[in-house]
């Protein structure tokens, strides 16, 4: 199978949207414990591909719901 931009970019925005809301989450939790980044790396690691195949799910759903959204909005500017 060939690599395509639709089959990279959902795994990079999970990628950058795992990290930030671990990162944001460990530490409502648990402050900034001596041990913070190696927390915050396991639930990142953990986390990831979690993402990423909701991304790949979400994402199309999206799209349509944005079509749907963008055409309701016009027809009521009519």
Excluded: C, E
């Excluded at 970019?9 to 944001?24: E, K, N």
């Excluded at 915050?40 to 195949?53: E, G, Q, S």
């Amino acid at each position: 199978m060939k690599l395509k931009p639709q089959h990279i970019q959902p795994v990079i925005m999970a990628g950058i949207m795992a990290f930030l809301m671990t990162g944001i989450i460990t530490w409502l939790n648990l402050g900034f414990p001596s041990n913070y980044v190696a927390l915050w790396a396991k639930n990142f690691i953990m986390v990831w591909p979690l993402a990423a195949i909701a991304a790949f799910i979400a994402i199309p759903i999206a799209q349509r719901l944005t079509v749907k959204i963008m055409a309701a909005l016009s027809s009521s500017k009519g």
